[in-house]
């Protein structure tokens, strides 16, 4: 694996870093409040292989080296120690940073993630990996639509926004989606919990089709001493519920100063 990832790097002020889910961006993932962390924050965020400027990779992910040069990133833009921001499958990466790089983890915010895929998950994956192989990727953006936007938002959204939004959506899908899928499907951190020392706030995604809330509230029972807050919104919090999200980070951010 390469020595970094393509990366932003933005603001000024105590670290933060940032892990994007599979099939997700930096953009993609943490748009929506990427400025305002960086209002107060030095936020850093690199892109996974097959995603943004990233290349992709020619050989399957492993989670420890997707860990390790995300914080080498991080470093060699002069940010030593962060917060880390996971989100999806980067609540996995962020919990094998916290374990392999404690002294730099100042905090931890792991948003609509899981410790594994358990059989409705794996299930999930497997139709996801399909479509891709299949190559429509209109109907992987119906599906992932389906799967991840909450009902409450889908439901309040005319025909014409869905469309549009699949449609965005299917162009935006990284060249580097199926090594993240094959990714996902690998994770389990199960171990890793109990060894956390960092503060960490969980937040979970209550109308969330691909990540369930169960699978946050494991996470949070897993580690020592963590906060668990709820958010009526599927999994793409960023734009359902922006403004709860960014309060609810700010509130980990302000524990850690």
């Not at 998950?121 to 799967?147: N, P, Q, S």
């Not at 029972?221 to 609810?248: C, K, M, N, S, Y």
């Amino acid at each position: 694996m390469a020595e970094h990832f393509a990366h932003v790097v933005k603001g000024s002020g105590p670290g933060i870093l940032l892990a994007h889910g599979g099939g997700g961006s930096i953009a993609g993932n943490y748009g929506p409040i990427l400025d305002d962390l960086a209002t107060t924050h030095t936020v850093v965020g690199p892109d996974y292989p097959g995603s943004g400027d990233t290349p992709r990779s020619p050989e399957p992910l492993v989670l420890d080296d997707v860990a390790d040069t995300l914080v080498r990133t991080a470093v060699d833009a002069g940010v030593d120690r962060f917060t880390v921001l996971g989100y999806s499958l980067g609540t996995a990466v962020a919990v094998r940073i916290a374990v392999r790089y404690p002294e730099r983890v100042t905090g931890l915010v792991l948003t609509a993630g899981f410790t594994y895929p358990d059989t409705r998950m794996r299930l999930a994956v497997e139709v996801w990996r399909g479509l891709l192989a299949a190559g429509d990727r209109t109907l992987l953006a119906r599906y992932l639509t389906f799967m991840a936007t909450g009902t409450t938002h889908l439901n309040a959204m005319s025909l014409a926004e869905v469309e549009a939004g699949v449609a965005a959506l299917a162009d935006f899908i990284p060249a580097g989606s199926p090594e993240h899928v094959d990714l996902v499907a690998g994770v389990d951190t199960r171990a890793d919990l109990p060894r956390i020392t960092a503060p960490t706030l969980v937040v979970a995604t209550t109308e969330d089709g691909l990540a369930a809330p169960e699978h946050s509230r494991q996470l949070a029972a897993g580690i020592p001493d963590a906060e668990l807050v709820e958010i009526a919104a599927g999994h793409g919090i960023a734009t359902e519920a922006r403004d709860q999200w960014l309060a609810a980070i700010r509130s980990l951010l302000a524990r850690v100063g």
